[in-house]
């Protein structure tokens, strides 16, 4: 009796467990057709998916594409915008370091007058602005050159403030070439008309892992410019790049 269980057990089995015979070749080619179907269905939902993933990068490549130049061929303009880039024992990280290098390459080269340098200060013990004024006057950027916006959070908030409370409305945006353009496109969103430094930087780890952040901001950044929320803070109007500007050389 267990003999017989044994052979029964080993007959073939179909998809749903019960017991029969070999499958007949319409039978199998059924079956291989609807499994075919079935991948190419989920092939066709990942490849949207990736088209979707990379349509906000693609929009920020178009708007910003034509307005990135070499420092020496960006358009002057009387503001710099310096963004936030982490600070290292209470000093400029060397990527933030590299961009406030290049806005007082600009300063020197009379193609600014003012650099606005917006960043966190959301801690008492961090304060990435009155860091990044400090390296600029150190590099001989006149200290009343140099204005601070101490709730710039993310790039969308310093660009909206850039405009809203600095009444910035033209201006050369300063960063590493991989955010530029979000910064570019955000700028702009916001109502500056804007063009982009792009920082070279080596090709390293750093720089790799900073690609790989855009891609996911983009999205983030296609948000914002499509519902423009409001700044974590907003506040008055202030009247630093007025007063800088008022002050010669």
Same mark, same amino acid.
């Not at 650099?115 to 013990?125: C, F, I, P, Y």
């Given at each position: ?31 291989? /057709?609807?499994g075919r179907r ?5 092939? %066709? ?8 993933? /990379? ?28 963004? #936030? ?11 933030? *370091? ?24 959301? %801690?008492?013990?961090?304060?990435? !602005?009155? *860091? ?19 709730? #710039? ?9 850039? %405009?809203?409370?600095?009444?910035v409305d033209r201006?050369? /945006?300063?960063?590493? #070439?991989?955010?530029?353009? %979000? ?14 430094? #792009? ?17 996911? *901001? ?6 914002? *410019?499509?519902?423009? !929320? ?14 800088? /500007?008022?002050?010669?050389?």
């Amino acid at each position: 009796m267990a003999r017989g269980s044994t052979v029964a057990r080993a007959a073939t089995v179909d998809g749903e467990g019960s017991r029969r015979g070999p499958r007949s070749w319409p039978e199998r080619a059924r079956i291989w /057709l609807r499994g075919r179907r079935e991948r190419r269905l989920v092939l %066709r939902v990942v490849m949207l998916g990736c088209v979707l993933a /990379l349509l906000p990068a693609t929009w920020m490549h178009a708007v910003a594409n034509d307005r990135v130049r070499d420092a020496a061929e960006v358009p002057r303009a009387k503001v710099a915008v310096v963004f #936030g880039a982490g600070l290292w024992g209470g000093e400029p990280s060397p990527y933030l *370091a590299h961009r406030l290098d290049a806005a007082a390459e600009l300063y020197r080269a009379g193609r600014i007058e003012v650099v606005l340098v917006t960043g966190d200060n959301s %801690r008492e013990e961090y304060d990435e !602005p009155d *860091a990044m004024r400090g390296y600029l006057t150190e590099r001989g950027v006149p200290d009343h050159r140099v204005v601070s916006d101490y709730a #710039g959070f993310d790039t969308w908030d310093s660009c909206v403030r850039a %405009r809203k409370i600095f009444g910035v409305d033209r201006a050369v /945006l300063i960063s590493q #070439g991989f955010h530029i353009r %979000r910064a570019v496109a955000l700028c702009r969103d916001a109502g500056i008309s804007a063009y982009g430094v #792009g920082v070279d930087e080596p090709h390293d780890a750093t720089w790799y892992y900073g690609g790989v952040r855009e891609l996911i *901001a983009s999205g983030k950044a296609a948000g914002d *410019a499509l519902f423009e !929320p409001d700044p974590r803070f907003l506040g008055p109007r202030e009247s630093g790049i007025a007063r800088a /500007l008022a002050t010669g050389r």
